[in-house]
């Protein structure tokens, strides 16, 4: 009986390999995320032996704080759903921190918080509560335009350029929108960005929140990667355009947690209402973040010492590690800009597009396939996140070392002081390593390269 059911099932149309009629027409060519394509194919080569450099997949190189650690394993027992907006305790010292660090000239209430599980999931949320045309900075992360797709939303992208560090420039912006008059739309902007590192300053976002005012804009303003400002001077679009930015964060990056997936949004009163269809869509999907990891939250959450001089050495770590490999692509002749937090650059290695042609490159995405094949770095190429397929642009994530052997010793290191080339040397190796291994490659003479198959 068993046997001729699944025969049934296999030859009903449902289950037709050819044509698929009830595959979602969003999904038909859906891929898996770029990101997580690259760990996996770096994996699987690591595991055939080869040395890879992994500067393609973005996640902290740093172990959660300890405490952190301690306190999800004292609240492992939490069993019980816990309301979908987010723990009411968590909420409110979510709240405290934004407002203390990044928003004080704003007020935030516990009321404008939601939880959930990884900011990915609720930008996705706020996209289908929104039901509006995107519009993006080119380039931008790899999941946003994807996540409007999967939704059968429009995106649009809006250029910027590189003798302007990839920012988003207002007046771009509002040239875009008069030219391309609607009603109803989303911008999100992420900063310090990924995939470029650049972040904004003051005058900059108070001239995006001048334009986004004037055509009456809901901005998502992705600030992920606020706490790992390479100086610690992350300042919230928020306090320049409190009644229409919704600001998106978690603990996946300044705390290194990743995999917890703890997100959360913080929304402006004038914008409860969609507030609460983010809740509605949340209960109907995930319920309710994970419970231990809530209560784990309150503890990151608190701050205190522990975590300010953990931020303070992994913010060390990473600018010296990334002033020193944009220093060595720079006097290979590629240019870059000088990321300013996380752990992102996006070089533009257009300089060598002769030299490469004689190799049989001539877009980002065969250039990187190249240099993942030929040398065994793997970075992504700038056509993931929205940038022209012929462009010679890609997304380099400078993490490839043992984040707590790095911390260890840079806490043994006085706090004020900066991390030098001996420290890079040790801790970083693969990172320094790496650069070298780019430059190399672009400097080697095009007669020498290996023959390319056609």
Same mark, same amino acid.
């Given at each position: 009986?068993?046997?001729?059911?699944?025969?049934?099932?296999?030859?009903?149309?449902? /289950?037709? !390999?050819?044509?698929?009629?009830?595959?979602?027409? +969003?999904?038909?060519?859906?891929?898996?995320?770029?990101?997580?394509?690259?760990?996996?194919?770096?994996?699987?080569?690591?595991?055939?032996?080869?040395?890879?450099?992994?500067?393609?997949?973005?996640?902290?190189? @740093?172990?959660?704080?300890? *405490?952190?650690?301690?306190?999800?394993?004292?609240?492992?027992? =939490? *069993?019980?759903?816990?309301?979908?907006?987010?723990?009411?305790?968590?909420?409110?010292?979510?709240?405290?921190?934004?407002?203390?660090?990044?928003?004080?000239?704003?007020?935030?209430?516990? &009321?404008?918080?939601?939880?959930?599980?990884?900011?990915? #999931?609720?930008?996705?949320?706020?996209?289908?509560?929104?039901?509006?045309?995107?519009?993006?900075?080119?380039?931008?992360?790899?999941?946003?335009?994807?996540?409007?797709?999967?939704?059968?939303?429009?995106?649009?992208?809006?250029?910027?350029?590189?003798?302007?560090?990839? +920012?988003?420039?207002?007046?771009?912006?509002?040239?875009?929108?008069?030219?391309?008059?609607?009603?109803?739309?989303?911008?999100?902007?992420?900063?310090?960005?990924?995939?470029?590192?650049?972040?904004?300053?003051?005058?900059?976002?108070?001239?995006?929140? !001048?334009?986004?005012?004037?055509?009456?804009?809901?901005?998502?303003?992705? =600030?992920?990667?606020?706490?790992?400002?390479?100086?610690? $001077?992350?300042?919230?679009?928020?306090?320049?355009?409190?009644?229409?930015?919704?600001?998106?964060?978690?603990?996946?990056?300044?705390?290194?947690?990743?995999?917890? +997936?703890?997100?959360?949004?913080?929304?402006?009163?004038?914008?409860?209402?969609?507030?609460?269809?983010?809740? !509605?869509?949340? !209960?109907?999907?995930?319920?309710?973040?994970?419970?231990?990891?809530?209560?784990?939250?309150?503890?990151?959450?608190?701050?205190?010492?522990?975590? #300010?001089?953990?931020? $303070?050495?992994?913010?060390?770590?990473?600018?010296?590690?990334?002033?020193?490999?944009?220093?060595?692509?720079?006097?290979?002749?590629?240019?870059?800009?000088? %990321?300013?937090?996380? @752990?992102?650059?996006?070089?533009? @290695?257009?300089?060598?597009?002769? +030299? /490469?042609?004689?190799?049989?490159?001539?877009?980002? *995405?065969?250039?990187?396939?190249?240099?993942?094949?030929?040398?065994?770095?793997?970075?992504?190429?700038?056509?993931?996140?929205?940038?022209?397929?012929?462009?010679?642009?890609?997304?380099?994530?400078?993490?490839?070392?043992?984040?707590?052997?790095?911390?260890?010793?840079?806490? #043994?290191?006085? %706090?004020?002081?900066?991390?030098?080339?001996? @420290?890079?040397?040790?801790?970083?190796?693969?990172?320094?390593?790496?650069? &070298?291994?780019?430059?190399?490659?672009?400097?080697? $003479?095009?007669?020498?390269?290996? #023959?390319?198959?056609?």
């Amino acid at each position: 009986m068993m046997e001729k059911m699944r025969t049934d099932m296999a030859n009903s149309p449902a /289950f037709d !390999s050819k044509t698929h009629p009830h595959l979602n027409p +969003r999904l038909a060519g859906a891929q898996t995320s770029a990101t997580l394509a690259l760990n996996e194919r770096s994996i699987q080569l690591m595991a055939e032996g080869r040395r890879i450099f992994r500067f393609g997949f973005g996640q902290s190189p @740093f172990p959660i704080p300890a *405490r952190v650690v301690e306190a999800l394993r004292a609240n492992a027992a =939490e *069993r019980n759903y816990l309301p979908t907006a987010g723990l009411g305790e968590l909420r409110r010292a979510i709240a405290d921190f934004h407002q203390t660090r990044s928003h004080p000239q704003t007020t935030i209430d516990a &009321e404008d918080i939601v939880v959930g599980p990884g900011s990915k #999931e609720l930008i996705f949320l706020t996209q289908l509560a929104f039901g509006g045309e995107l519009l993006l900075p080119s380039p931008s992360w790899v999941s946003y335009r994807p996540q409007a797709r999967l939704l059968g939303l429009r995106a649009h992208w809006i250029e910027t350029r590189s003798d302007r560090g990839w +920012r988003l420039q207002a007046e771009d912006l509002d040239r875009y929108i008069d030219r391309n008059p609607g009603a109803g739309r989303l911008l999100i902007i992420n900063y310090p960005n990924n995939p470029t590192g650049v972040s904004e300053t003051a005058d900059g976002l108070a001239a995006l929140a !001048s334009v986004a005012r004037k055509h009456g804009l809901v901005v998502l303003s992705d =600030e992920i990667y606020a706490e790992m400002h390479h100086t610690g $001077n992350h300042i919230s679009l928020a306090r320049f355009l409190p009644e229409s930015t919704i600001v998106s964060s978690g603990l996946s990056k300044w705390c290194g947690a990743g995999g917890w +997936r703890l997100g959360a949004l913080v929304f402006p009163p004038q914008l409860r209402r969609l507030r609460e269809a983010v809740i !509605s869509a949340a !209960s109907e999907t995930y319920s309710a973040a994970s419970a231990p990891v809530q209560y784990a939250a309150l503890c990151a959450y608190a701050a205190g010492p522990e975590i #300010e001089r953990y931020l $303070n050495d992994a913010r060390r770590i990473l600018r010296a590690a990334g002033r020193s490999v944009c220093a060595r692509l720079r006097e290979a002749g590629v240019e870059v800009a000088a %990321p300013e937090g996380g @752990f992102y650059m996006f070089p533009d @290695f257009s300089q060598h597009r002769e +030299r /490469f042609e004689a190799r049989g490159i001539r877009t980002g *995405r065969e250039l990187c396939a190249r240099l993942l094949e030929e040398t065994g770095v793997a970075l992504l190429p700038g056509e993931d996140f929205g940038r022209p397929a012929n462009e010679l642009t890609a997304r380099l994530a400078f993490v490839d070392f043992d984040g707590a052997s790095a911390l260890k010793a840079a806490s #043994e290191i006085a %706090p004020q002081n900066e991390l030098g080339t001996d @420290f890079l040397s040790l801790y970083c190796a693969n990172v320094v390593e790496g650069a &070298e291994t780019i430059a190399a490659w672009i400097e080697a $003479n095009p007669e020498n390269a290996p #023959e390319v198959s056609r």
